[in-house]
Every structure is written in C-alpha cells, then in structure tokens.
Nanobody, 120 residues
Framework: QVQLVESGGGSVQAGGSLRLSCAAS???????????MGWYRQAPGKQREWVAA?????????NYADSVKGRFTISRDNAKKMVYLQMNILKPEDTAVYYC???????WGWGQGTQVTVSS
C-alpha cells in the first residue's frame, strides 16, 4: 500500500517562502515515475482543492491553479520518489493543510498533510 508523507510546513509571515516535500513509499520507483503527481490544499471550512501538478517522464511539464501561478513551483525526483512544492510570496490565503497525491482517478490514500500558516 502506498504511503505519502508530507513535510516542510510551518508558520511564516506574508511574503515569505516555504518548501514542502512529499515522500512516497510502498510503490516501486517505476510505478511512481509514471504517475502525474500533484499538490492539494485544504483550508479550514473549505473543500480540498488542487494546487499544482507535474507530469511523468524526464521532460515533465507543470500546471498550476491560477491562485498560485507565478509564486509556486512543483518539482519531482523520481529516483527518490519525492515531490516538492516551492512556495514563494506567500499570502494569508495560502494558509491550509497541504497534501500530495496522484492526479486523476484511483488516487492513493491521503497522507496526514503538512500545515502552512501565513500571517499578515
């Protein structure tokens, strides 16, 4: 069974930066590497929303929600089965629990997430 463990969250002031990491285990690297991976977030009282995605392959492409475009950067290391989210120019509205998972159908079980809190 695949396990996802997110880390790197914290409390920062608006304008600050954080780098989130997501480690996948319980699946071969060959399986991890072929999946489109994404970051999601859930703010208090709101539904989980998609934030960013990165395709598989050596020349992976990325896509972002409009709310984070130009500020966040998603990347992956297939050899380490890791996905990263570099978050710059953070805003109070970025406050949420952040999760990683496959994008699309048959998602893996959700990890515990990592809390990001941005103060104004």
């Amino acid at each position: 069974q695949v396990q996802l463990v997110e880390s790197g969250g914290g409390s920062v002031q608006a304008g600050g930066s954080l780098r989130l990491s997501c480690a996948a285990s319980g699946t071969p690297g060959s399986i991890f590497s072929i999946n489109v991976m994404g970051w999601y977030r859930q703010a208090p009282g709101k539904q989980r929303e998609w934030v960013a995605a990165i395709t598989s392959g050596s020349s992976s492409s990325t896509n972002y929600a409009d709310s984070v475009k130009g500020r966040f950067t998603i990347s992956r290391d297939n050899a380490k089965k890791m996905v990263y989210l570099q978050m710059n120019i953070l805003k109070p509205e970025d406050t949420a629990v952040y999760y990683c998972n496959k994008v699309g159908l048959s998602q893996w079980g959700w990890g515990q997430g990592t809390q990001v809190t941005v103060s104004s």
